[in-house]
């Protein structure tokens, strides 16, 4: 079975600077998906930045980045010139490339809460 | 497109009193989910369907019961409230077969803050 690890319950970051979230999963599978989540205290869930398994190039959305480590199974997310409307819990979520069965889920991990301070 | 709706937003029941938590999706998804957050466990698989009339236990599935007879439609009953079932529940969905670049997102709904006295 698949697990993910976000070892850090909480961060905190200075506005304006960069803070990164980390991650690890462990897999057997050799293509999947990986996710960031950021839930605000809205409780909305909102998917800030996917990775296809077998793309080699990191993804980017705007201040979103991530590091993408296959072979070490680890996924962290960068936010660049944070603002205080980043402040949020993030989560970090496989899914397998398949569609059968209970492929089509999302394995979390328990979160990190980013704080932001002005 | 209204998305992923659920409701109620919020509910207070006492211990053992029954309820459903209703989920609805207009984006003609067949796949649906609900998951239930608590503090410091993030996002755990209670059940899930692949379509109508298709369904299937997740990591924490007991005390709940899911159906499925329509693609828009996955509610959750609770038969027998019980205070550890105090949590935010979501619903979600999402396709079941590749359909292109976003197939394998998973949309979710508001959330439900549930709590059991």
């Known amino acids: 079975a698949q697990t993910v690890t976000q070892s850090q319950p909480e961060m905190s970051v200075q506005e304006a600077e960069t803070v990164t979230l980390s991650c690890t999963y462990d897999t057997s599978e050799s293509d999947y998906y990986l996710f960031w989540y950021k839930q605000p205290p809205s409780r909305q869930m909102i998917l800030v930045i996917r990775?296809?398994?077998?793309?080699?190039q990191n993804a980017t959305e705007n201040r979103f980045s991530v590091n993408f480590q296959k072979a070490a199974k680890s996924f962290s997310l960068k936010i660049s010139d944070s603002q205080l409307g980043d402040a949020a819990m993030y989560f970090c979520a496989y899914r397998s490339r398949g569609y059968g069965g209970s492929q089509g889920n999302l394995i979390f991990g328990k979160g990190t809460k980013l704080s932001v301070k002005p | 497109n209204a998305g992923v709706t659920q409701t109620p937003k919020f509910q207070v029941l006492k211990t053992g009193q029954s309820m459903t938590l209703q989920c609805a999706q207009d984006m003609n998804h067949e796949y649906m989910s609900w998951y239930r957050q608590d503090p410091g466990m993030g996002l755990r698989l209670i059940h899930y369907s692949v379509g109508a009339g298709i369904t299937d236990q997740g990591e924490v599935p007991n005390g709940y019961n899911v159906s499925r007879s329509t693609t828009e439609d996955f509610p959750l009953r609770l038969l027998s409230a019980a205070p550890s079932q105090t949590s935010v529940y979501f619903c979600a969905s999402s396709y079941s077969m590749d359909r292109g670049l976003k197939s394998h997102e998973q949309y979710f709904g508001p959330g439900t803050r549930l709590t059991v006295t």
């Open positions: 990775q296809e398994a077998y793309k080699q």
